[in-house]
């Protein structure tokens, strides 16, 4: 079993800057690729991001590309995502997810979820 917690999350007015994190305990992730999801009030989870095990590839969706980067320390078992000139589109809920070796953005393939961190934009 693998749990994560996001923390990071906050209010910033729209331009700013919010970095979280994914502290993830149980098992190492470093055999894992590792996902951010966002959903919004009243919207489906929606992929944001995601890395390769190894952090060699990374992918992102387009509304968040040149904006967000996410990255990893297998040695800290942690996953982050910053997040850049954010947008009041970007209000929602984060989640970080996790799944072993295979690499996808795909929601329901993610075997493990953190609860959530709450990211408000305001403008």
């Known amino acids: 079993q693998v749990q994560l917690v996001e923390s990071g999350g906050g209010l910033v007015q729209a331009g700013g800057s919010l970095r979280l994190s994914c502290a993830a305990s149980g098992r190492t992730i470093s055999s894992y690729t590792m996902g951010w999801f966002r959903q919004a009030p009243g919207k489906e989870r929606d992929f944001v991001a995601a890395?390769?095990?190894?952090?060699?590839?990374?992918n992102y969706a387009d509304s968040v590309k040149g904006r967000f980067t996410i990255s990893r320390d297998n040695a800290k078992n942690t996953v982050y995502l910053q997040m850049n000139s954010l947008k009041p589109e970007d209000t929602a809920v984060y989640y970080c997810a996790a799944v072993r070796r295979s690499y996808t953005m795909v929601r329901a393939e993610y075997d493990y979820w953190g609860q959530g961190t709450q990211v408000t934009v305001s403008s």
């Open positions: 890395i390769s095990w190894s952090g060699s590839s990374t």
